[in-house]
């Protein structure tokens, strides 16, 4: 017996059916996440208008890179003369903890099938905040909980950062300062992990390390040594550091 085709609408309607509950059930965790990347991809969206990018580029980062801080720091490197190793070695160190994050959730996204690949590339600091310590609403699938969560998440930056664009294209006014929206960014994350941790001995050290760079090296070079040497002494102080660790 012949199937009977299945309509544009009858797809449309049966993923609907089928989506719908599950992204109900993940949009209530990401609102605190809306509100976030609301205001800084709206912030970002300005700076890179206000930089003289094109909005399709900026649109363009968003959707592949999707990483805030990546974006953030990659502005200045862009409008500076061509140095694609130092743009990729910033983009490195400012994102390397997303490894992290990405060996920690290989056991939940083992089974996400095709969808492994989309919840990898959008594994953001705020998604894997969730799909790491939410336990899904009886009824839902944990995998396309997951899923969902990505999906809103990166919803969220991507229509912040064009609303942000549009409207430092059309609307003409003095930005500046507002680069320092990336410094205030990692000022936050360093407090809250300041005030997480009892033991503030890798903060003290990276922020030592920091500040001999900064000294030596000068403000205009000095981030990506002093990155690598955090790293360096990091490695090689981790064995002292975990044993004097106190959560």
Known sequence: MLKKPISADNAAGNFINTAG????AA?????????????L??????????????PLVTIFMSLIIYAGSGQFAAVNPLLAAFNPLGVFLLEIMVNARHVF??????????????????????????????????????????????FAVTILNHAYWVI?????????????????????????????????QWLKEKNHASALIGFALSAVCLICI??????????????????????????????
């Open 21 to 24: 509950p599950v992204i109900r």
């Open 160 to 192: 912040a950062v064009v609303l942000g664009s549009v409207f430092g294209a059309f609307v003409r006014f003095n930005s500046d300062g507002l680069d320092f929206v990336m410094t205030a960014l990692f000022i936050v994350i360093f407090i809250e």
């Open 218 to 247: 000068g403000a205009e070079n000095f981030l990506i040594p002093a990155m690598m040497a955090i790293f360096l002494a990091l490695t090689i102080l981790r064995g002292p550091l975990e044993r004097n660790y106190k959560p």
């Open 101 to 146: 994050y990405g060996l920690t959730m290989l056991d939940k996204y083992k089974n996400a099938g095709g969808r492994k690949w989309y919840m990898i590339a959008g594994l953001t600091d705020e998604t894997f905040s969730i799909n790491c310590g939410v336990e899904p609403p009886p009824g839902v699938d944990g995998i396309r909980f997951m």
């Open 27 to 39: 949009f209530p965790y990401t609102v605190p996440i809306l509100a976030g990347y609301g205001c």
């Open 41 to 54: 991809g709206f912030a970002l969206g300005i700076l890179m208008s206000a930089s003289g990018f094109n």
